[in-house]
């Protein structure tokens, strides 16, 4: 069983950066590809990014696509998220979420990660 935990929320103005950061421990980082979903009040759980467990591939919503970046740093156990150039329909509880594969691909789908974070609040202001 892996544990989560991520910090780098906050409250950024539009335009802003953030860097959300995601400890993994309790299992070895190399064997888990990570997601970056998001939920804003009264939605669903959204599909924000993820990256294959070497870390060599990604895929992002269309929603993000060329303003996040995800990357994965095995030797730290940590999964980041690079959000540049944020929009206030950003605003959301961010979450990580990991699966034990070894396989060399990535999943986008909420069902596809038994394993998830607490979540990170992320507010951008107008």
């Known amino acids: 069983q892996v544990q989560l935990g991520e910090s780098g929320g906050g409250l950024v103005q539009a335009g802003g950066s953030l860097r959300l950061s995601c400890a993994a421990s309790?299992?070895?980082?190399?064997?888990?590809?990570m997601g970056w979903f998001r939920q804003a009040p009264g939605k669903e759980r959204e599909f924000v990014a993820t990256?294959?467990?070497?870390?060599?591939?990604?895929a992002y919503a269309d929603s993000v696509k060329g303003r996040f970046s995800i990357s994965k740093d095995n030797a730290k156990n940590t999964v980041y998220l690079q959000m540049n150039t944020l929009k206030p329909e950003d605003t959301a509880v961010y979450y990580c979420?990991?699966?034990?594969?070894?396989?060399?691909?990535?999943?986008?789908?909420?069902?596809?990660?038994?394993?998830w974070g607490q979540g990170t609040q992320v507010t951008v202001s107008s």
């Open positions: 979420a990991a699966k034990l594969t070894t396989g060399s691909g990535y999943y986008s789908r909420p069902q596809d990660f038994p394993s």
């Open positions: 309790g299992m070895s980082f190399i064997w888990f590809a």
């Open positions: 990256i294959a467990r070497s870390g060599g591939s990604a």
